[in-house]
Nanobody, 116 residues
Framework: QVQLVESGGDLVQPGGSLRLSCRSS????????MRWHRQAPGKERELVAL???????SVADSVKGRFTISRDNAKNTVYLQMNSLKPEDTAVYYC??????????WGQGTQVTVSS
């Protein structure tokens, strides 16, 4: 059974940084495309960043220049480095894996709150 477990969410002041981690088990991690989504209260879930199994990356315009996605296949883990955080970054952040067959897996989410 595939499991994705996020960690690293916290309360941080505006301008601060956090690094989220998502550890995968039960799948061959290296063949999956990995993505981070977020969902703020009252809003739809949105794609924040993705990294393909080949290492190509893309981030949403709203976080470009501030967020970086990376992966460590040896540790079955994908990361989201978040710098210069803003109050509007407050959301539950979800890790997501897309297998080559098109199967999608989700983590349980980790809360990020940006507030002074």
């Amino acid at each position: 059974q595939v499991q994705l477990v996020e960690s690293g969410g916290d309360l941080v002041q505006p301008g601060g940084s956090l690094r989220l981690s998502c550890r995968s088990s039960g799948t061959v991690f290296s063949i999956n495309d990995m993505r981070w989504h977020r969902q703020a209260p009252g809003k739809e879930r949105e794609l924040v960043a993705l990294i393909t199994r080949f290492g190509g990356t893309s981030v949403a315009d709203s976080v470009k220049g501030r967020f970086t996605i990376s992966r460590d296949n040896a540790k079955n883990t994908v990361y989201l480095q978040m710098n210069s955080l803003k109050p509007e970054d407050t959301a539950v952040y979800y890790c997501n894996a897309l297998s080559p067959r098109g199967t999608v897996y989700w983590g349980q989410g980790t809360q990020v709150t940006v507030s002074s």
